[in-house]
């Protein structure tokens, strides 16, 4: 696949994935109002870290060496899916209302809880090869 036409397949992938982010954030909209922290972002990006690890750990080898199709994948699909920028917005928006609490929970709470579900995605990948 030429590098012009990956760049689009990834874009367009990457389109999806933020479609498909904001749907599920809109559908648990009421559990983010509700408890006053954005849960739905952090599962969104759990679980994208799990399985953009179990690819990884699946294919055995670096994302320099992916064939397209699991480029389009991790750095289109998933890449739209998960959100860092949300995540660091969501905390700095909790710090300015005087909630550091919540803000130091979610920071860490994401670093934590995400890299927990990237390590799980890994070893079950290695456990399956």
């Known amino acids: 696949m030429s590098a ?3 760049a689009l397949v990834i874009a367009v ?3 999806v994935g933020a479609g498909l982010r904001f ?10 109002v509700r408890l006053r922290f954005p849960l739905p972002v952090l ?3 759990a679980s994208g870290c799990f399985v953009m690890a179990f690819l990884v750990g ?3 080898g670096t994302t320099a060496d992916f064939p397209p199709s699991l480029l389009a994948i991790e750095a289109g699909l998933l890449g739209g899916f998960t959100t860092f920028s949300t995540v660091s917005t969501d905390t700095a928006e909790m ?4 909630r550091y ?3 130091i929970a979610n920071a860490g709470g994401t670093l934590v809880v995400c890299l927990g579900a990237a390590i799980a ?3 079950l990948a290695a456990a399956m090869r």
């Open 4 to 6: 012009p036409l990956l």
């Open 13 to 15: 992938s990457g389109g």
């Open 23 to 32: 749907t599920i954030d809109q559908a648990m909209r009421g559990v983010r």
């Open 43 to 45: 599962i969104i990006n």
């Open 58 to 60: 699946g294919f055995g």
């Open 95 to 98: 710090w300015h209302e005087k």
């Open 101 to 103: 609490g919540a803000a």
């Open 121 to 123: 995605g890994m070893t």
